[in-house]
């Protein structure tokens, strides 16, 4: 992917919109200190050039009765290509599964897993994960408590 060349202004427009994605046009225009429409027009730029690539809502797991989060790093017995797409498609159906990496080192994925309770991760794991053809080796962790969460990327200041 090419490179987006981004000046102090536009720097600006992203670190508010990682902070606060609900801002009106007028609301960012005055923290950055730009005219509304010359931030309108900044902010489609980032926008068409996909250095903003979307807008989310960020979701309290345990309100929805997801309490328990797991990193599970897997380990393919096969790489050609056919396997990994497979599994990369298996992976992408599985509502659980909030993230996937592919990885470096002695395993091929981490994947980062939002489930109800230890049934439900004990079921994904035995019914899906396993199950899946490819698959050599599993290991897990439960999240105890996160320390620092996502906030967004860290940007050349």
């Known amino acids: 992917m090419p490179h987006t060349s981004l000046d102090r202004t536009d720097m600006l427009l992203l670190a508010e919109l ?23 027009r900044r902010v489609q730029r980032l926008e068409r050039e996909g250095v903003i690539a979307g807008y989310r809502t960020e979701v309290d797991p345990e309100r929805l009765g997801l309490g328990l989060q797991a990193f599970v790093r897997v380990q393919l017995s096969r ?11 298996f992976v992408d159906g599985w509502d659980e599964v909030v993230a996937c990496h592919a990885l470096t080192g002695d395993m091929d994925y981490l994947l980062q897993v939002a489930v109800r309770d230890l049934e439900h991760f004990s079921r994904f794991l035995l019914d899906r994960l396993l199950n899946q053809a490819g698959v050599a080796d599993v290991n897990s962790s439960f999240v105890l408590r996160t320390v620092k969460a996502f906030r967004g990327l860290p940007l050349p200041g």
């Not at 609301?27 to 509304?36: I, P």
């Open 79 to 89: 790489h050609d290509s056919e396997s990994v797409r497979a599994f990369s498609d």
């Open 18 to 40: 990682q902070r606060a994605a609900r801002l009106t046009n007028a609301e960012l225009a005055e923290r950055v200190h730009l005219s509304a429409s010359a931030c309108l």
